[in-house]
């Protein structure tokens, strides 16, 4: 009956393709539900533009000032808050029974889990681009050095990594809540108050100290000071090494147990 | 090979729940089996020991001569599931799902007219198939929950398309009509 040996396991080049195919699975959705397109193209431009034009003129002396300034610190909160989509997405897939479809077929072990993380990366990578190009035309501009536009790439790079590590502690979340909702509210209750205790939309030096002595700690902090040195001005090197190294502890840390718990559940 | 799914002493505990306790099982290659049980029997647990996705505590069983523990991946070749609640994704279209199976797991080119007589076979017309979504109705309310199991099985018979076995759990959950179930036992069989 059986004329071919079968292999037993997936092969480096098949997962790969299965990743695609998977990714692929994600973004047609956008297709049939346009509501998500709305979630991130037209909420980042709105936190843009309401930040640029409400706030801007009291926390930054003027809107244009405030949006040189805060432009990164936006591009990283949308970076971590379209990571919610991914934890969503997944959670959304366990209840559902359709990661029980995948995991029947002979596919790569991780491929529903890289391809829901692949189609996020390119849904962020959109956001991104469009908010440079919304902020251009509101007056952004990026330093005058003359390796700026190394130093923008390499900003874009630094988000979309360090979102992404930051993104295995909701993906842990995604697979111990039982459903989407859940892992929506916990995902806001913390990205809310780690967004804004940080210095990504204000200077610090008018909190309290102790809320200070926080937001320096606080990673979506220093992404955000990496982002202004890498694309405006200061210092880029620290900050964009320790975000680094807060990607590569909260991977080595969240990641087996999200990977661990992804099997337990399924 | 005369059977195709063979289960020995399969014990399943959740806690203190006992899932499944001592079940054995042989099922005849070319049969269609139906597993029949009254609720918390340990029917769902049972099948997806087989489809791999539950490791047993104790027992073995094996599909297609595959160990379902130790020769996992082999045994996915051959079996496709249809879980207790729907598993198709209900945000693409019926063409999309297929396309998906198709996609994460290569049909051999030369099955293509299969494929396209299992679309026929679903007694819908070309436009619902290739543009609506699941779960939109098509044109009566009622008609949705069986459109969306028949792309179900669909899949299950683009991936499996070489003979296989699938599983089917809850098989006729919200199948409508009698003709559909007629039509689903007399596919597995073929």
Redesign the interface.
């Known amino acids: 009956?059986?004329t071919t040996v079968?292999?037993?396991?997936?092969g480096p080049v098949q997962g790969l393709?299965?990743t695609l195919?998977?990714a692929?699975?994600t973004l047609?959705?956008i297709k049939?539900?346009p509501a998500e397109l709305i979630d991130f193209s037209i909420q980042p431009v709105m936190f843009l533009l309401l930040f640029t034009y409400v706030f801007g003129g009291a926390i930054g002396g003027s809107p244009h000032k405030y949006l040189m300034f805060a432009l990164p610190g936006i591009i990283v909160q949308n970076s971590l808050f379209t990571t919610l989509n991914t934890a969503t997405g997944l959670s959304t897939d366990l209840e559902?029974?359709?990661f029980?479809?995948?995991?029947?077929?002979?596919?790569a072990r991780f491929?529903p889990l890289s391809g829901r993380i692949l189609a996020d990366i390119a849904k962020q990578a959109w956001a991104v681009i469009m908010l440079l190009g919304i902020g251009y035309i509101l007056g952004f501009r990026v330093g005058a050095a003359p390796n700026r536009p190394l130093g923008v790439l390499a900003a874009f790079g630094l988000v979309l990594v360090s979102t992404l590590a930051l993104s295995w502690a909701l993906v842990l979340v995604a697979m111990l809540a039982a459903n989407p909702e859940k892992v929506q509210i916990f995902g806001f209750v913390v990205l809310f108050p780690l967004t804004f205790t940080s210095d990504a939309f204000v200077r610090t030096a008018s909190m309290p100290g102790w809320l200070q002595a926080w937001s320096k700690a606080n990673p979506v902090s220093l992404i955000s000071d990496a982002m202004r040195g890498l694309m405006v001005s200061g210092p880029a090197a620290r900050p964009a090494v320790e975000s680094l190294l807060y990607a590569a502890a909260f991977t080595i840390v969240f990641a087996p147990l999200a990977v661990r718990a992804f099997k337990r559940r399924? | 090979m005369t059977y195709s799914i063979m289960a020995e002493g399969l014990v399943k505990r959740y806690g203190d729940t006992v899932a499944l306790d001592r079940i054995d099982l042989a099922v005849r290659t070319g049969s269609v089996f139906g597993l029949l049980g009254p609720n918390g029997a340990g029917k769902t647990t049972a099948v997806r020991i087989l489809a791999t996705l539950v490791r047993p505590d104790r027992g073995h069983a094996s599909v297609c001569g595959y160990d379902v523990v130790s020769q996992a991946h082999q045994v996915r070749h051959f079996t496709g599931l249809t879980g207790q609640y729907a598993s198709v994704d209900e945000t693409l279209t019926g063409t999309e799902n297929l396309m998906l199976i198709g996609r994460v797991r290569p049909a051999n080119p030369a099955d293509v007219p299969a494929v396209v007589a299992i679309v026929a076979g679903l007694s819908l017309a070309e436009p619902e198939v290739r543009n609506t979504t699941v779960t939109v109705p098509v044109s009566q309310e009622d008609v949705l929950p069986g459109v969306m199991r028949r792309f179900e099985h669909a899949g299950i018979r683009v991936a499996e398309l070489n003979l296989r076995g699938s599983s089917l759990d809850e098989v006729f959950l919200s199948l409508t009509g009698h003709r559909t179930e007629t039509e689903v036992l007399e596919g597995s069989a073929a």
Do not use: E, P, T, Y
């Open positions: 009956m059986i079968l292999s037993a396991r997936v393709r299965q195919s998977l692929w699975r047609v959705q049939h539900n559902k029974g359709f029980d479809r995948l995991r029947s077929l002979a596919i491929a399924v």
